[in-house]
């Protein structure tokens, strides 16, 4: 079947292929060779862009706000309560807290303010269970290293039952 040519008047004498009109050979599409035209066509009309001296320094240079390191959390001001608790707990403990290594002296404040919390707690109740407390008291005090189990034993009976003193003194 022949196709009439519009612009010589000629008449074509076979129809192109299928895989012809899509391919512009070694595996490109006519679409991408005509992007590439047009990308090659600004390229040309455009002049080379050169980065600006405040471009390179925005490129160089660190952020000017300083990344945390770490993200502190608030810490929520600490009841009269929890203060009394923590001083009777590290009462008699100051010679074996300064002879802890630091990253032990760490752990063991830590554990001591969250045992103060949990104990606070607990005194709050109507029904104080003092095996509860004694519980907290003696895996604060395991952290202590090379501690004596009997020191440990006498050491939470004895802080107990000056909690328990408190307790009974903010009750009246």
Known sequence: MAFPDEKRGQVETSRPEPEDIFSA???????????????????????????SEREIGRLTQAPSTPVPAQVVQPVAPKSAIVEEIEQILSDGLEDIYMEMPPEVQIAFQKKGEETATQIAVLLQEVKVRVSKVLMLIREWLKIIPGVNKFFLEQEAKIKADRLLALRAKQRL
């Open 25 to 51: 050979g070694e595996g490109r599409t006519v679409r991408t060779v005509e992007r590439e035209q047009q990308r090659e066509e600004r390229e040309r009309s455009e002049p080379p862009r050169e980065a």
